[in-house]
């Protein structure tokens, strides 16, 4: 399974970015989605994830972004997406998709990454 993970770039405090990742070589609804980033000098934390279960698909978020950051997916894309409002300062960081089969526990497939940057 590949992930490609894309959409960070630099945006004020306040704006809004969208992150894309896209998932290949495997069957997409297999596998839980999440989002996790890491800022410089600190531990990777996670941010979010998708899982998807026949029609319907439950989310979970960290609190720090509960509120500003919504993932869905399209399933007919294979892509999850991160839409990030009222982004802060503390936000930047570089920002990874994962993908875990759904009847495991750890994500085992890692993205490149992108970085987001978020001016005050």
């Known amino acids: 399974v590949q992930l490609q993970a894309s959409g960070g770039g630099l945006v004020q405090a306040g704006g809004s970015l969208r992150l894309s990742c896209v998932v290949s070589?495997?069957?997409?609804?297999?596998?839980?989605i999440a989002w996790f980033r890491q800022a410089p000098g600190k531990e990777r934390e996670f941010v979010g994830s998708?899982?998807?279960?026949?029609?319907?698909?439950?989310?979970t978020y960290a609190d720090s972004v509960k509120g500003r950051f919504t993932i869905s997916r399209d399933n007919a894309k294979n892509t999850v997406y991160l839409q990030m409002n009222s982004l802060k300062p503390e936000d930047t960081a570089v920002h990874y998709c994962?993908?875990?089969?759904?009847?495991?526990?750890?994500?085992?497939?890692w993205g490149q990454g992108t970085l987001v940057t978020v001016s005050s």
């Open positions: 994962a993908a875990k089969d759904n009847r495991k526990d750890t994500y085992d497939y």
């Open positions: 070589g495997g069957t997409f609804s297999n596998y839980a």
């Open positions: 998708i899982s998807f279960s026949g029609w319907s698909s439950a989310r």
